[in-house]
């Protein structure tokens, strides 16, 4: 059975930092397209990718490029999202995916998710 256990969600001022993981179970981490997603009140969480790993480079919505970095620890089948200069924008549920489905070359949806961590920025 495959899980996903997010961390490291926190709340932080405006320019701040956070890091997020994402430990895998039940599956070799890299065996998958994984990715982070984000969600507001009000709004999809399959709308809001925000930073992926498929077959491609890493690759990120351009509201968060040059911000946020996506990487990966196979040894310790563990996902991470590093997230610096964070803006109020960024406030939002994050939740790790796993086996993405795509639109074009952007994720659209998982197989697999986590329980999700909130993160909150303030101004």
């Known amino acids: 059975q495959v899980q996903l256990t997010e961390s490291g969600g926190a709340s932080v001022q405006a320019g701040g930092s956070l890091r997020l993981s994402c430990v895998a179970s039940?599956?070799?981490?890299?065996?998958?397209?994984m990715g982070w997603f984000r969600q507001t009140p009000g709004k999809e969480r399959e709308g809001d990718a925000v930073?992926?790993?498929?077959?491609?480079?890493?690759d990120y919505a351009d509201s968060v490029k040059g911000r946020f970095t996506i990487s990966q620890d196979n040894a310790k089948n563990t996902l991470y999202l590093q997230m610096n200069s964070l803006k109020p924008e960024d406030t939002a549920m994050y939740f790790c995916?796993?086996?993405?489905?795509?639109?074009?070359?952007?994720?659209?949806?998982?197989?697999?998710w986590g329980q999700g961590t909130q993160v909150a920025v303030s101004s």
């Open positions: 995916a796993a086996g993405l489905k795509w639109i074009g070359f952007r994720p659209a949806g998982a197989d697999y």
């Open positions: 039940g599956y070799t981490l890299s065996s998958r397209s």
């Open positions: 930073a992926w790993i498929g077959s491609r480079r890493p």
